[in-house]
């Protein structure tokens, strides 16, 4: 593969999504990326799975290679690639790595210069470190569920796997960053993240209103915990999101939906009136709006330089003109499911434009495992005796 990375060889040895996500950064841009994968027999991946839409859009462009970790010439055959390979990732549990024996130290013998990126629920150390960590878990306790909602209805999650996908993206940063140091010094380095840290760091503003001043921020439904107007509204036939704090956003908003009453009403006439009113400033607009369809609202709130979008479901998130336009939606080449769309990296490189389509859709376990062992030195008939073994899948 052409790109930024090419020339690196990363061994993935991660599962579930927190992992996947940060060595697909490395995939997409051109690292030779070999997912490590115990065989079907001992608990590997499915190949039926594997051909789901989440893990083709996890594991496209990475190649498969099922080896035994538990078998001793399996382990032995993952500590020749390492000593060869530039990064290894991983998320086992701090216990399950030692007693596999490829934690950071075992491979750290035979390669000084890894870069080995860590990613887990709570950090490799503390009073949490043993506990098993998913998503749902680190959304409640970072906080993000006391923030997400609306006022009285309890806690909620987010949509998505928000702290897996932030953990994974900070651990691809780290591994970047290990590597240009590396490119300096010759050093490599051990790397690592966790949900709850990715989490509350992605808290932001919200965390830093805690930090700093002692505040805890509660939910705040569709509406900006603090900018006003700032949120989602019902319109003639539907919803969308406007965003008018400020004083010339606000006349710009009022002028172009005709709501003069509201322009010269000293109730709303400054952003600290229009925030301390904001639930009767909100059902204004709304009265403001009714009689708009969503289309007009957005066009004319658009021509205004007031923001204004839809509210729609996912498949207006692709299929709207601009995202069409973006391409963020690449095909595939999969040998059993024909040419399959999955979602692009939202990095642009002008030295390296997106290219079609992706290099090829995610393998199903073991499909490279020959022709990775074959490059990496290893005879067919070391091969044949590695897998009559069960070493090697």
């Known amino acids: ?33 070999i997912k490590i994968e115990a ?17 083709q859009n996890l594991h496209r462009n990475k190649r498969s290679l099922c080896i035994n970790l538990k078998d001793p010439e399996g382990l032995a055959l993952f500590m020749t690639l390492a000593a060869k390979a530039d990064v290894i990732v991983e ?14 130290e075992s491979v750290k013998t035979v390669n000084e210069s890894i870069v080995y990126a860590s990613i887990s629920g709570f950090g490799q150390d503390g009073p ?84 700093m001043l002692g505040d805890v921020p509660g939910q705040q439904g569709n509406d900006h915990p603090t900018a006003t107007p700032m949120g989602a509204f019902r319109c003639k036939d539907g919803h969308v999101n406007i965003a008018a704090p400020s004083d010339r956003m606000w006349k710009s908003f009022c002028e172009a939906v005709g709501a003069d009453s509201l322009l010269v009403d000293e109730r709303y006439d400054s952003v600290r009136k229009r925030r301390a009113a904001k639930v009767e400033l909100n059902a204004e607009i709304e009265k403001a709006i009714a009689h708009l369809p969503v289309e007009e609202v957005v066009g004319k709130l658009n021509a205004a ?11 207006g998130g692709f299929e709207n003109p601009q995202a069409r336009h973006l391409g963020m939606a690449k095909r595939a080449a999969h040998a059993e499911l024909g040419e399959v769309n999955l979602i692009r990296s939202p990095i642009n490189l002008s030295r390296f434009p997106h290219p079609e389509c992706f290099d090829h859709a995610a393998p199903d376990p073991g499909a490279d495992s020959d022709r990775v062992l074959a490059e ?18």
Request: a negative charge.
């Open 128 to 211: 949490y470190s043993k506990r098993p960590g998913v998503d749902q878990i680190v959304q409640g306790m970072s906080g993000l569920m006391s923030i997400t909602g609306e006022p009285g209805r309890g806690p909620m999650r987010v949509g998505i796997a928000i702290s897996d996908t932030a953990a994974g993206m900070f651990l691809g940063q780290g591994i970047l960053l290990a590597l240009l140091h590396r490119e300096k010094t010759g050093e490599g380095q051990w790397v690592h993240t966790s949900l709850l840290e990715a989490m509350l760091n992605k808290l932001d503003f919200q965390g830093a209103r805690y930090t």
């Open 1 to 33: 593969m052409n790109g930024p990375l090419a020339g690196y060889t990363v061994l993935d040895l991660t599962i579930a999504r927190a992992g996947p996500t940060a060595v697909r950064l490395l995939a997409d841009w051109g690292a030779d990326v």
């Open 376 to 393: 990496f030195g290893f005879a067919p008939n070391e091969i044949e005796e590695l897998r009559a073994g069960g070493a090697v899948y």
């Open 39 to 55: 065989p079907p027999a001992v608990g590997g991946a499915m190949t039926g799975a594997r051909r789901g839409p989440d893990e």
């Open 305 to 315: 330089s007031v923001p204004c979008g839809p509210i729609g479901d996912i498949q």
């Open 91 to 104: 998320n086992f549990r701090a216990e399950v790595k030692h007693r596999l024996q490829v934690d950071y």
